[in-house]
């Protein structure tokens, strides 16, 4: 049949592609050329075989579902391997499908461009199918047309060319491959021709083909009679159908859908499904800190849901400290965000938000030199692989300072009271019995959280409030179940009902723990919502009213004695891989720690070989090693203070703002050989200071060996330069201390 009838087809095929790609009815549509080319070269192929047409069919239909999954596969972002790809993208699918299933389809846009890629496939395919097997050009053509005018017609108005160039190259197909099976009939019949026939067939052919076109966009009334009542209605009815599958698409409504949206309002409504599509990878440090990643916090109950009523935005650049109000019993924490899911402006933040790596607006209330941050959103939208790092402040007050907390709010807490006027009156009963027994704040608070913790059942099923009820009112005293936002709902309500400022709080919970990764895998079913209560001195404290998640632990009294505890005055820390400008520095950064090695005196290297001296010299200071570890301190907590010692000796002094895990830090980059074990004493430390569960004993010996006499006499030969192996990564001759 010819490779230029083959080139017409594929312009075809790829003039229908192109039309939806332009189209953008989302992102993700460029896969649908290779689609179609591999598609077309595999109908040609399959054409021109010998295959009965079932098994060509079916064969179709397997490798196009094949092709289709890969290619929209590659959509995802590129930190995904390909069996988590594959895993994902069937979690999206199946989260689609229960969606529609359930009347209220979520998730539709990767399932649109795999239906998309899927049709287009089919498309191309029964066109090779119908040119090559059925040499007929007509039915051949119809596929791609219909494709094209249903994207021309529902589309923007710079769509029209697609259609036109559509109708011109499919006349042209048909008419060419009509010439040619007139010459194979010729031929078979031996039927002589002028070898000019071509080109005046193709001639008066082209003549035709335009006069169509151009009467075709002149004649009066043509347009009009493409929208006849009954056809009208019926595209109409097909508009509606579309839009439910797909509501998110470009052109069509666009309505807040999906259970894990944070945006201004939070309803409260029926069931949630929540999928297990990754939406974030997180790492954090101090590690122990990590609870929440705050989306948004709302301050406003309607009775059906919660409103965010802060209308101001302060725009921040990128690392430009917020002058947020100064709490008690604060530590930095940390973090970076990898946004895999979706593209947006949200910027989580855990608690208090003190720097961003972006610049943002953020959504808050102020009074006087401050502002409270309520909702963060990047100055422009921030792509599925970027990259975003916040540094906040975390509350870690202990149960005494809380209980013993003022209870004289300051005049601006007095919206975080505020409760409809309808509310009803039992809901208000049922917060004054449960509390009744107690005569400060947090302790009221623990007897709310405790009593949803342990009468409300756990339930995503459930079936929204009636439209003339109060949403709290009816999970507290009808349904009996529910989910987060009804928990939280209902412990803030009461927290309100007996004069505790109290609000609602949304976004994810930690997540999934990657060892190997040293980061926090969050998936959509991750989505969340809790309770923040104000203390005076103390600022938002969190709790967990929901059943199903686990209880937030504070410290003791006993640990609040011997945990060290610092206040908002403390430098703020920057990752040290981010290069921040000069103008956007925040006041009193921690400076890095420094490692580099004071250049060997040569005085000293003339000197030091005294065997004699030498043996005496260490014999003396293994005995005074030995005696200054106290007899009382437990295994783990003797191996830190050996770490301690260590750095000392090297220079590298633990500052009073730092943690265990920043000292760590320090510390491996002056002795990296000993990273590792260094790491678990750090672990081990912590582990026997926080956690009711002690350190492996075995362990902690292997690791006494690591920390040996010979690591003190290492540290010291390289205070005073004698290192010849640590003087090599010396370069520019300056001392530990001098940087400190």
């Given at each position: ?5 083959f ?82 993208l ?8 229960e ?12 399932a ?53 160039a ?31 026939a ?7 052919g ?17 347009k ?20 439910k ?22 309803d ?32 406003f ?27 008690a ?14 593209e ?12 961003l790596?972006?610049?943002?607006f ?16 990047a ?17 870690v ?15 601006w ?28 704040p ?13 009468t ?5 099923k ?13 999970f ?19 927290a ?18 990657l ?15 809790w ?99 106290p ?26 703002y ?22 678990k ?5 912590l ?54």
């Amino acid at each position: 049949m010819g490779i230029g009838l083959f080139l017409l087809l594929l312009w075809l095929q790829l003039t229908a592609a192109w039309c939806i790609v332009s189209a953008e009815w989302t992102k993700g549509l460029e896969v649908l050329p290779g689609v179609t080319v591999l598609a077309l070269v595999i109908g040609y192929l399959l054409a021109l075989s010998r295959w009965p047409p079932i098994l060509t069919h079916f064969y179709s239909f397997t490798v196009g579902a094949s092709i289709s999954f890969f290619f929209t596969s590659l959509l995802l972002p590129g930190t995904l391997g390909w069996h988590e790809r594959f895993i994902n993208l069937g979690w999206r699918i199946g989260y689609w499908l229960e969606s529609v299933r359930a009347g209220e389809a979520k998730g539709g846009p990767i399932a649109f461009v795999l239906l998309l890629s899927f049709t287009v496939w089919w498309s191309a395919y029964l066109a090779a199918w119908f040119a090559f097997r059925k040499r007929n050009g007509w039915l051949a053509v119809i596929p791609g047309g219909v494709l094209t005018v249903i994207n021309a017609y529902y589309g923007p108005s710079s769509l029209v060319i697609y259609p036109i160039a559509y109708a011109f190259v499919s006349l042209l197909f048909v008419l060419w491959l009509y010439f040619r099976e007139q010459e194979e009939e010729w031929a078979h019949h031996r039927v002589g021709y002028s070898p000019y026939a071509s080109f005046d067939f193709f001639r008066y052919g082209l003549a035709f083909i335009l006069l169509a076109l151009a009467f075709a966009w002149l004649a009066p009334g043509a347009k009009a009679n493409l929208k006849v009542s009954f056809l009208k209605e019926n595209w109409e009815k097909v508009q509606r159908e579309w839009n439910k599958l797909f509501p998110s698409l470009k052109g069509y409504r666009v309505p807040k859908i999906g259970q894990a949206h944070f945006g201004k309002e939070l309803d409260l409504g029926g069931p949630v499904t929540l999928s297990g599509i990754v939406v974030l990878e997180v790492e954090a440090y101090p590690r122990e800190l990590v609870r929440y990643w705050k989306a948004a916090s709302y301050d406003f109950y309607t009775g059906r849901g919660w409103l965010n009523t802060d209308n101001t935005a302060f725009l921040f650049g990128a690392w430009e400290e917020i002058p947020v109000p100064q709490f008690a019993l604060r530590q930095t924490l940390t973090q970076t965000y990898y946004l895999i899911e979706p593209e947006g402006r949200l910027i989580y933040a855990a608690a208090q938000p003190l720097l961003l790596s972006e610049k943002a607006f953020v959504i808050a209330t102020g009074e006087g030199d401050w502002i409270e941050p309520s909702l963060l959103l990047a100055s422009e939208p921030i792509k599925p692989g970027a990259v975003v790092r916040v540094v906040s402040q975390v509350s870690v007050a202990d149960e005494k300072s809380l209980r013993k907390a003022s209870t004289e709010y300051p005049p601006w807490i007095a919206r975080y009271l505020q409760l409809p006027a309808d509310l009803p009156q039992r809901v208000k009963d049922l917060a004054l019995e449960i509390t009744s027994g107690y005569d400060n704040p947090y302790d009221k608070a623990l007897a709310l959280e405790r009593y949803l913790r342990e009468t409300i059942t756990y339930n995503e099923k459930i079936p929204p409030p009636p439209e003339d009820r109060d949403a709290v009112d009816y999970f507290l005293f009808d349904l009996r179940q529910g989910y987060c936002n009804y928990y939280a709902s209902a412990m803030v309500v009461m927290a309100r009902a007996v004069g505790i400022p109290a609000r609602l709080v949304a976004g994810y919970t930690a997540g999934e723990y990657l060892a190997e990764k040293g980061r926090w895998r969050v998936r959509e079913k991750n989505a969340h919502a809790w309770v923040e209560v104000f203390f005076p001195g103390y600022g938002w404290v969190e709790f967990e009213p929901t059943s199903v998640q686990s209880p937030i632990v504070r410290l003791s009294r006993v640990e609040e004695e011997t945990r060290p505890l610092t206040t908002r005055e403390r430098p703020l820390r920057i990752p040290e891989e981010v290069e921040v400008p000069e103008e956007s520095k925040p006041p009193l950064p921690l400076p890095p720690p420094q490692t580099l090695v004071s250049p060997p005196s040569e005085k000293f290297k003339k000197f030091w070989p005294l065997p004699s001296g030498l043996a005496a010299l260490t014999m003396a200071l293994r005995l005074i090693w030995l005696k200054l570890e106290p007899p009382e301190l437990r295994p783990a907590s003797r191996l830190y203070l050996r770490l301690l010692r260590l750095g000392q000796l090297a220079g590298i002094k633990a500052r009073p703002y730092q943690t265990p895990l920043e000292y760590l830090e320090s510390l491996t980059k002056f002795f990296p050989e000993k990273a590792e074990p260094f790491r678990k004493v750090v672990g081990f430390y912590l582990q026997e200071r926080f956690s009711p569960e002690p350190p492996d004993e075995e362990a902690l010996l292997g690791l006494e060996k690591e920390l040996s006499f010979r690591m003190f006499l290492a540290s010291l030969r390289s205070r005073y330069g004698l290192s010849g192996d640590k003087e090599k990564g010396n370069q520019d001759g300056s001392s530990p201390n001098k940087h400190r």
